[in-house]
């Protein structure tokens, strides 16, 4: 059973750094082709992929976001980050992260965290 | 950007037929995915790759696409159906992971 939960702070004051861990067990990113996607939802609904990041290290970003986000794995510790920088009241909203077993589809979901921005 | 495009609502009577569109520009030749989310909770992938189903997905639930729509039907609606029904897919000229806007599902 594969299963991953997200962590994190739940308040951010804008411009700091978010940072915040994807930890999951049942698949191995080590296997080749899985990956780890961190994808928000804001408060209107509707869902931005943000990230993504394969066992082989290969790593990509949203075009419209890549200069504030890293994302990085520890395949051993099970755990993927992501930070991102100079946060806005904009960016407020639920975080997941899912497992992607190839082709850019995220086969199953964390349970969100949800971040607030606010100064 | 590459920009999907559903209806922002759909209703129907229990046990008839809902079908949900994802419109884009030949949409039909690449591949997408399908995610129902009920209230409060997390995205569920339902299809992918156009019509194929998860373990678990009950085989009222379909997909096709071609040309410039791509279509989730689910049969014999129930009031467990109802929630908000997104298309994804991953544009290759961008590099992007595109969402749709979403479409919510209400069983009168």
């Known amino acids: 059973q594969i299963t991953l939960k997200e962590s994190g702070p739940s308040f951010v004051k804008p411009p700091q750094t978010l940072t915040l861990t994807c930890t999951f067990s049942?698949?191995?990113?080590?296997?080749?082709?899985?990956?780890v996607a961190w994808i928000r939802q804001t408060p209107r609904q509707a869902l931005e992929w943000l990230s993504l990041?394969?066992?082989?290290?290969?790593?990509h970003y949203s075009s419209s976001l890549r200069d504030r986000l890293t994302i990085t794995k520890d395949s051993p510790k099970n755990r993927v980050t992501l930070t991102m920088t100079v946060m806005d009241p904009s960016d407020t909203g639920t975080y997941f992260c899912?497992?992607?077993?190839?082709?850019?589809?995220?086969?199953?979901w964390g349970q969100g965290a949800l971040v607030t921005v606010s100064s | 950007s590459y920009i999907l495009s559903q209806p922002p609502s759909v209703s129907v009577a229990p046990g008839e037929t809902a079908m949900i569109t994802c419109g884009a520009t030949?949409?039909?030749?690449?591949?997408v995915h399908w995610y129902q989310q009920r209230s409060g909770q997390a995205p569920l992938l339902i299809i992918y790759?156009?019509?194929a189903r998860p373990s678990g997905i009950s085989d009222r639930i379909s997909g096709s696409n071609s040309g410039d729509v791509a279509t989730l039907t689910i049969n014999s609606v129930e009031v467990g159906d109802e929630a908000d029904y997104f298309c994804?897919?991953?544009?290759?000229?961008?590099?992007?992971?595109?969402f749709g806007g979403g479409t919510k599902l209400t069983v009168l």
């Open positions: 899912a497992h992607s077993p190839n082709y850019w589809r995220f086969a199953t």
């Open positions: 049942g698949f191995s990113l080590s296997t080749n082709g899985m990956g």
């Open positions: 990041i394969y066992g082989d290290g290969s790593k």
């Open positions: 030949n949409i039909g030749s690449k591949s």
């Open positions: 790759y156009d019509s």
């Open positions: 994804q897919l991953w544009d290759m000229s961008s590099g992007d992971v595109v």
